[in-house]
């Protein structure tokens, strides 16, 4: 959402803004049409300085946001980072998918931000009410979870993924609940005319706090990394633990906050900032709004087909990575690829657009869907080529040149798929209740990636066969199973891989919603305005 809210806002702020020609008719002078160009320069100059002065004075609202948004990009990076963690301890794929479930606040916070809206302090803030002791919740939690984190990862038995979930889901629910607070901040931080600036903050703010805390995180928590890179002796771990990384953000967390509680107050004012008091809705007309909608006919069938549109992709998403990191590929590497495809995700979005502008935006879904389901067929192929290529001191360049082409090829046809979406989403939301609307519909399509990918990693354990090879009469069909196997001097082999079942499931559930359901969701597009109005808007008058 955030990437379709800055292009939508690029392309309304940053429109170049079209020459006036000035021509020289028989009663003209070059002397009067000198005189009229000065003038025009004269006010386009003090246009320009207005706006220019706007946005230095409000600097430091905009670094705020700025930094706001990549405190909340740290823990959801850490969570990313969790699963290469886990996979390179040897966990169940059914402990992934539990894991798993850290991801869904995110998609699931519509269901509390009324409650964020309409309940706070007036003396300390609106947003301030909720802002601050979300935050200092955060960094709590994260100074917590660093003392306790490597019992947790390394407790006997393997991993203590249930406990490690929890922590890690009340991270992902506090960052949810302080994105509301801050998006609801933003509105009113900055002034009409640099509010636009919001959206960038956004974007470019969550973007580096997910870096920092998944990227660099894996980097310089890997000792092949960093002795390979950053290092002159070769030193057993990397220059920094998950367990010190939380303790800095911790910190980081609670002495920012503080900052904030006393140094910002959220009524100040000045010139050219928004004085409106903000739209209040109760919390009550809020759900049964939210209710209404969903109940419309056409809302409610383009919200199960959003449901049901991306189990094709689930296992390709979902799986690969980590079956990746089980194929032995480095889990710093593996994150690192992800730098270069910033300028490519940049730019996408920019260059769809184009082609999603108009009355039939799915149409780009449509033909995206196809390609998407065949890359997954390709990550599947990418997966079993990986042991073969695998060499004593790791794998060569050209493997992650073809990597890199594939996750890139990726991005084209989910980033086609996901502009179309929000691109449609923006046309059939009700003008009048657009932020609702839109969020409802945003949030539904981000729950139609999340049950998918859970179930694919929940299955893959089920779906893979394996056989006690070495000793007569064992099988490995169970963790005990297993245990007695090597017990009696055998070893568990893959005779077949989940992993690819599920791709070629996935792929055929993929290609039958094409054929059946996709033309359903085009037809939508011909729906007319009316059949998306919300007739009942309690409250809205």
């Avoid at 060569?396 to 990597?403: A, E, T």
């Avoid at 502009?419 to 923006?426: D, E, K, L």
Wanted: proline letters at 5%; a positive charge.
């Amino acid at each position: 959402m955030e990437h379709c809210n800055h292009n939508l806002i690029a392309q309304k702020n940053g429109r170049q803004r079209k020459k006036v020609g000035v021509g020289l008719s028989h009663s003209e002078s070059p002397k009067d049409t000198e005189r009229t160009e000065m003038v025009i320069s004269d006010s386009e100059y003090r246009i320009h300085l207005r706006v220019h002065r706007g946005i230095r004075t409000e600097l430091g609202n905009v670094l705020l946001l700025l930094f706001l948004y990549v405190l909340q990009g740290i823990p959801l990076g850490l969570a990313g980072s969790i699963p290469l963690i886990l996979q390179s301890k040897n966990v169940s794929y059914k402990d992934q998918a539990v894991f798993s479930f850290v991801f869904w606040p995110f998609s699931l916070k519509l269901l509390w931000a009324p409650l964020v809206d309409a309940l706070y302090w007036n003396k300390f803030g609106r947003r301030k009410s909720w802002l601050v002791p979300t935050q200092y919740l955060l960094g709590l939690f994260m100074l917590y979870l660093s003392l306790r984190v490597d019992s947790l990862l390394q407790s006997e038995g393997g991993p203590n993924v249930v406990a490690l979930t929890s922590v890690f889901f009340m991270l992902a629910f506090l960052a949810a609940t302080q994105d509301i607070a801050v998006d609801g901040w933003a509105l009113t931080m900055l002034s009409r005319e640099n509010v636009g600036y919001a959206s960038t903050c956004n974007s470019v703010g969550q973007t580096a706090g997910y870096f920092l805390g998944n990227v660099l995180f894996l980097a310089l928590e890997s000792a092949d990394f960093c002795n390979k890179y950053l290092r002159i002796e070769p030193k057993p771990t990397g220059i920094v633990t998950l367990a010190n990384f939380l303790f800095f953000w911790g910190v980081v967390f609670l002495v920012s906050t503080t900052l904030v509680a006393i140094l910002k107050s959220e009524t100040e004012r000045s010139e050219g900032r928004r004085n409106d008091p903000e739209e209040t809705q109760g919390v009550f007309q809020t759900y049964k709004l939210l209710f209404t909608i969903i109940n419309m006919p056409a809302v409610f069938t383009y919200c199960a087909l959003l449901l049901t549109a991306k189990i094709g992709f689930s296992a390709a998403d979902a799986v690969t990575g980590l079956k990746l990191v089980e194929a032995g590929v480095p889990k710093a590497q593996l994150a690192l690829l992800a730098v270069p495809m910033v300028p490519l995700q940049i730019l996408l979005p920019v260059l769809i657009s184009k082609y999603t502008a108009g009355p039939r935006p799915l149409d780009v879904f449509y033909k995206a869907f196809p390609l998407r389901l065949i890359i997954g067929l390709g990550f599947a192929l990418l997966v079993a080529w990986t042991p073969s290529v695998r060499q004593e001191e790791g794998f060569p360049v050209y493997y992650y040149g073809v990597v890199l082409l594939s996750y890139a090829v990726h991005q084209v046809a989910l980033y086609s798929m996901y502009v179309a979406g929000m691109a449609f989403n923006a046309k059939v939301s009700d003008p009048l209740i657009g932020g609702t609307y839109m969020t409802l519909l945003n949030t539904v399509t981000n729950l139609g990636g999340n049950w998918p990918s859970t179930l694919a990693l929940w299955l893959v354990d089920s779906l893979t066969w394996k056989e006690c090879q070495g000793a007569v009469g064992q099988t490995c069909a169970s963790p005990e199973a297993v245990g007695l196997c090597v017990k009696e001097g055998g070893a568990c082999v893959t005779t077949l891989d989940g992993y690819y079942v599920e791709s070629v499931v996935c792929v055929l559930i993929g290609f039958a919603w094409w054929v059946w359901l996709g033309p359903k969701m085009k037809r939508l597009q011909e729906h007319s305005p009316a059949a998306w109005r919300c007739r009942v808007v309690t409250g809205y008058d």
